[in-house]
């Protein structure tokens, strides 16, 4: 077996692989954010957007190859802050090309180009030579020796264009020109020279319908004399240059009428005419077998120029969102080499997944549109499990999509939007939001089902962030089938898989030893020992509540800190409810129930 | 205002005309050359009125004076057979160095006669939109976007290619063609088929040329809040306030099925402006709902207003259109031949009784009016 066919099965391998949807369960998509970025990223070309319909997620196993788009990507984002007219003039190029797509597959199929996607082609060549002039430019880039990721560099098509802009100058047009064929050249000279012909036989024919009708009719025009010039009407009827053609109300007409000599010329101008139609013909078959011959550069110029557009989408994207370059670490252990070791002891390479400074761009956009301050969030994960408490109105599911958010973008090749991302790539990346309501499923039922995805998959290296679980039922049994489902993976995970969980559950992380965050959460004096007349201070501006939530935004402290294991989940749902709103008479009440609770663990009313 | 007054005006208007008269000997391409439109709509009354006869004319005349035509139809036109009748039409001879724009599906043999230099992405039912010069000279059919923004977006191009000026040949019910956006100028196209007599095509003219030549408000300052209003998209009522006129949006898009709500919040407006398609029952309702003589309706150009009869309000637009001239067609396929000399007359004469005057051609005979007609509508 040679090097290729290897490679060959490699890729094969790759792509039965892929055929496992990364991000689960399909809602993921729209909740992480991730639809909408992807959605930000719009090629101007045709070639373009096929390159981005293709583009695929990578998975472990191509870091390498991950690791080479990124250094293209880099190249073009620091190519683009040094000579940014360079990109304007691409996106320009890009806007005006034209699809390819159609000539390349009847060429594929050794049909015969018609004529407009000749010119498409000739515009594909048009727009390779100035792509390929723009990257050499030393005027626009400067002297150094850029180095253009290879992908992106086009194959000259000048044999291409040889054939076929013959005649054309400068700019990209198509005709079947004279150049093409001699004998085309000489049938058309003969047919213009018969058509010569015919013109001065029938003009002079004209001449005498001149003096008649004091004007030179054209050659096929229709002469009408009104009916009351009887005197005309005879002359013209008497004239064997005039035909009569029909006789309305008020008028006869007339039209010149052909020659003998004229209607022979005429007939052979028309067997002219199909000789050079058929001419013509051959030479556009002609044409399309030598254009056929350089079908595979026409295939890589085309993917070239795509892959460009692309590049440059991606690169702009990154600008817009801060994005930065990953770290990806190679995970040591294969999961897809066959099945990991019972003893486990090789599987466990921990890898870890650092993010500082992660923003989440359409929470960013979101918050910054009515005025706040987004706060970026960092995160180190380097244990199997990690669980992350915070007051409601925390930011604990952002915190979570920032995350799954940044790898997603990774794993799709874009810069991620934060300050440092360092991370090993995923088989599949799992993120459990509230769902809405299913018909016939409860929240809990639909939470159950949902989980089964993930924990089918534990020979695959998962990202996995799981948004409260078990909160659809009692406290205490949520609690345990929570803590029984990390205390699972801690044991089961052979693939240095993560599980981020959000929750209110006291005691989780001490339950099960495992790195506990904590959003810093409200940053107040108050409390709801404090008096009546602060609240008030917040409620006098209230409308519908709304007032709350804004004091909320700005009490807020939504950054993440790395906290012991046992430190208490905290305890402000009343005092945010206070906030929001609610009547103090509830709120003293529900108070009372809560120290009761904390001190016998029962409440009697 | 009703028909009578609107005749009372134009007998005002006639007089100083005749003072001061058109250089007769001048024919449709003396005018068109002189009025400096770099891009020309033909516009049909109905389907077969002879417009692809006036597109020739124009064609042949424009091209032997040495200019560089470009040429797109804002339908399907210039077939062999008319697809709609079966009757035998005229197609388009472009002379060779013509630039056209028509969609690959019914160019056939005519492909090979042309010099391809762009396509279009968006493909119609006949397929890609081509822009091409044309290297000899054949007959080719004509089919062009429908939408007034592609078709636009296209005489931009046909001019950047090197044409001096674009006819475009508005097919049935493609007014669009002549929108102010797309085009500089308009010739309104009538014929036999127009009518059963002289008189009726004669009539439907006048009202024709009357709706297409509706001018701007003659205040400034409504005039500028008009163009606000036209660019918010959404219907706009023009009030009077202490230091002049204010400009009050009101939450309707369209006036299709709202016209009594709009009409009820305009109880003390001077004007409506209307961003999309004003209708015939919109003007009734303005025309039976408004007592005060002095309101009246904007629309945007005179092709978004679809009304049939004079309507008894005043109607003016934000961005006029210029009418050039009318042209004829004494004869139509189901054999009815006018007298072109009566006919032209008679329409030069119901036009100007409209209060708009135009020159009118029979391009066919070359009998032509200049009637009403003054040196000033040139300008």
Redesign the interface.
């Known amino acids: 077996m040679n090097e290729e066919s290897e490679a060959r099965i490699a890729r094969v391998a790759k792509t039965t692989r892929k055929e496992r949807a990364v991000l689960t369960p399909p809602s993921a998509r729209e909740k992480l954010g991730f639809a909408a970025v992807w959605d930000r990223v719009t090629p101007r070309s ?1 070639m373009g957007r096929r390159v981005k319909f293709r583009a695929k997620p990578f998975l472990p196993g191509m870091e390498d190859d991950l690791d080479k788009e990124f250094d293209a990507l880099e190249t073009i984002v620091g190519l683009w802050s040094e000579s940014p007219q360079i990109f304007t003039e691409f996106m320009g190029i890009l806007s005006n090309s ?2 390819p797509f159609y000539a390349i597959t009847l060429l594929n199929d050794g049909k015969p180009l ?3 996607e ?3 082609v000739a ?1 594909l060549c048009f727009t390779v030579n100035r792509v390929l002039a723009l990257m050499t430019d030393e005027k626009l880039i400067g002297q150094t020796a850029v180095l253009w990721p290879e992908k992106v560099v086009p194959p000259s098509l000048y044999e291409v264009e040889k054939h076929l802009l013959l005649g ?1 100058q400068g ?6 020109s004279d150049g093409y064929s001699e004998q085309l050249a000489s049938v058309r000279k003969e047919r213009k020279q018969k058509e010569k012909e015919l013109r001065e036989e029938m003009a002079k024919e004209a001449a005498k319908a001149e003096e008649l009708i004091g004007r030179r009719p ?1 050659l096929r025009e ?1 002469i ?1 004399i009104r009916r009351r010039d009887y005197d005309t009407i005879e002359k013209a009827r008497l004239m064997p240059e005039l035909a009569e053609t ?1 006789e ?4 006869v007409h007339f039209k010149l009428k052909p020659t003998r000599d004229a209607v022979k010329i005429e007939r052979e101008i028309n067997r002219l005419r199909q000789k ?2 058929e001419l ?1 013909e051959q030479v556009l078959i002609d044409l399309s077998k030598k254009v056929a011959e350089h079908l595979p550069e026409i295939q890589r110029a085309a993917k070239a120029i795509g892959e460009l557009d692309f590049l440059i989408c991606k690169a702009e994207l990154a600008k817009t969102m801060n994005g930065v370059r990953p770290r990806i670490v190679r995970i040591a252990w294969e999961p897809h080499a066959g099945k990991p070791d019972q003893d486990g002891e090789s599987s466990k390479t921990p890898v870890p997944l650092k993010v500082c400074e992660a923003v989440h761009p359409l929470v960013k956009e979101e918050v910054e549109a009515r005025g706040g301050k987004y706060q970026p969030i960092s995160m180190e994960v380097d244990s199997t499990v990690s669980v992350i408490t915070g007051p409601n109105m925390g930011g604990k599911t952002v915190a979570l999509a920032t995350i799954g958010l940044c790898a997603t973008m990774v794993q799709w090749g874009l810069m991620a939007p934060c300050g440092y991302i360092e991370m090993g790539l995923y088989d599949f990346i799992h993120f459990q939001a509230q769902e809405e309501e299913t018909p016939g499923l409860s929240s809990f039922a639909a939470e159950i089902v949902s989980l089964k995805q993930p924990l089918s998959r534990l020979d695959e290296r998962g990202l996995i962030l799981l948004d409260e679980v078990g909160r659809g039922t009692n406290p205490s049994q949520g609690l345990s089938l929570c803590a029984a489902l990390l205390s699972f993976y801690l044991e089961n995970d052979r693939t240095s898989s993560h599980v981020i969980v959000t929750t209110h559950y006291h005691g989780l992380a001490d339950m099960l030893q495992v790195p506990h965050w904590q959003v810093r959460g409200l940053t107040t004096d108050l409390s709801l020992d404090s008096p009546q007349k602060e609240f008030a201070e917040i409620s006098d501006t209230w409308a519908n509540g709304t007032d709350g939530i804004q004091w909320l935004y700005r009490h807020m402290d939504y950054s993440l800190q790395k906290v012991g294991p046992d430190t208490p989940t905290p305890h402000d749902a009343l005092l945010i409810a206070r906030v929001l709103g609610i009547n103090k008479e509830i709120i003293e009440k529900a108070e009372f129930f809560y120290k009761a609770s904390q001190r016998n663990g029962e409440v009697k009313i | 205002m009703t028909q009578e007054k609107s005749r009372a005006c134009g007998e005002k208007n006639r007089k100083p005309a005749e003072k001061k008269h058109q250089d007769k000997s001048k024919d449709l391409s003396d005018l068109v050359i002189e009025s400096g439109a770099r891009s020309l709509a033909v516009i049909g009354t109905a389907k077969n009125v002879g417009k692809t006869v006036t597109m020739n004319y124009l064609v ?1 005349e424009l091209s032997s004076r040495g200019m560089t035509l470009g040429l797109i139809s804002s339908g399907r036109d210039g077939e062999i057979i008319d697809v709609l009748t079966g009757e035998p039409k005229p197609s388009v001879t472009p002379p060779a160095g013509t630039w056209i724009a028509t969609a ?1 599906g019914v ?1 056939g ?1 005519a ?2 006669n ?4 762009d ?1 279009f ?1 968006r493909t119609g039912i006949f397929g ?1 939109i ?1 822009i ?2 044309m ?1 000899e000279s054949v007959p080719i059919e004509l089919v062009g976007p429908p939408t007034a923004k592609e078709l636009s977006l296209i005489v931009k191009n046909l001019l950047a290619f090197g044409a001096d000026i674009v006819l475009v040949d508005g097919a049935l019910d493609r007014k669009s063609a002549a929108s102010p956006q797309v085009t500089d100028a308009a010739i309104l196209s009538t014929g036999a088929v127009a009518g059963r007599n002289i008189r009726a095509i004669a009539e439907e003219m006048g009202f024709w040329v009357w709706l297409l030549s509706r001018p701007q408000h003659d205040d400034e300052r409504i005039r500028a809040l008009a163009r606000k209003a036209v660019e918010k998209e959404t219907v706009c009522l023009i009030r009077r306030s202490a230091d002049g006129f204010t400009l009050d949006p009101i939450p309707y898009v369209t006036v299709l099925g709202n016209e009594d709500d709009i009409l009820e919040l305009a109880d003390d407006a001077v004007a409506v402006v209307v961003p999309g398609a004003v209708t015939q029952e919109f003007v009734e309702a303005v025309w039976s709902w408004v007592e005060d003589e002095e309101f009246c309706v904007i629309a945007r150009d005179a092709v978004s207003i679809f009304v049939d009869k004079m309507p008894g309000i005043s109607l003016y637009v934000v961005y006029p259109m210029r009418v050039l001239a009318a042209t004829v067609n ?2 139509s396929f189901a ?6 000399e009566e006919l032209v007359r008679e329409i030069a004469e119901e036009i100007s009784r409209w209060g708009h005057p135009l020159p009118v051609f029979d391009v ?2 070359g009998e032509k009016s200049f009637k009403g007609v003054s040196g000033l509508v040139m300008g």
């Open positions: 045709a034209k699809d018609p004529h407009a000749m010119f498409i515009h054309s700019q990209p047009t198509f005709y079947v054209g229709e009408a029909r309305t109300l008020t008028h050079e139609s013509e | 042949s690959e160019l043999e492909a090979m042309i010099e391809i230099a396509v992405e890609r081509i091409g010069r290297v004494p004869s054999d009815v031949q006018h007298d072109s066919v005979s």
